[in-house]
């Protein structure tokens, strides 16, 4: 049994079918990659796994359990295009929440490694779109979870950042979690240990 999977997935939004009968597996240890423009159903399938919408149509599981009832950060966290940081926490605050709330002990050195050290003591309403991307990402790291879900982890970073992102997710995949990832950003493309290719809500080629 794989780690995540997708099993005859449809899924709607209003009269529109957003995803195609969709069957899909991943394992623990790789970081997957949803390829595709957008209006492709990325996004939609991030939140399917994540557990924050149910499919139409079909299941998803995670290690056996119904996405939907999966309700431990450890196990599945996520990094929405829509941050939900708490703005009048620091950097670090949000980064290091879910540790805190869990009593576990965080990620070493992963704000350092996403450039973060130097403002982990800011509030994040005083931080620049990118800062807030990669502290929602470091939150989304920083207790290993056995999956991460990441919608366009890069969308709002410069190429400098870029590096730094992709290599937190090679070593989050490397340390054993499942990175899923959502984007057209073909630098993680590149480095991706599977590439699934979305098309107007299909599994294309």
């Known amino acids: 049994m794989s780690l995540v999977e997708v099993a005859g997935v449809t899924h709607t939004r209003g009269s529109t079918i957003v995803l195609h009968d969709i069957d899909l597996r991943l394992d623990a240890g790789r970081l997957a990659v949803l390829a595709g423009r ?75 490694s996403l450039g973060l050290a130097g403002i982990a003591g800011r509030p994040v309403h005083q931080t620049s779109q990118g800062e807030r991307q990669r502290t929602a990402l470091a939150r989304a790291l920083v207790l290993r979870s056995t999956v991460a879900v990441l919608d366009e982890p890069t969308g709002h970073q410069d190429d400098e950042h870029v590096g730094m992102v992709v290599d937190a997710l090679r070593a989050a995949a490397t340390a054993g979690t499942l990175v899923l990832v959502a984007t057209h950003d073909q630098r993680i493309i590149d480095v991706a240990d599977d590439v699934v290719r979305l098309s107007s809500g299909r599994v294309s080629g």
């Open 38 to 112: 957008s209006g492709s159903g990325k996004s939609t399938l991030c939140h399917l796994v994540a557990g924050v919408m149910t499919p139409s149509k079909g299941d998803v599981r995670v290690d056996g359990v119904a996405a939907h009832r999966v309700r431990d950060w450890a196990a599945v966290s996520l990094l929405p295009q829509r941050l939900a940081l708490a703005t009048e926490l620091t950097v670090a605050e949000n980064a290091l929440l879910p540790a805190r709330i869990r009593r576990r002990t965080p990620e070493a050195d992963l704000l350092e």
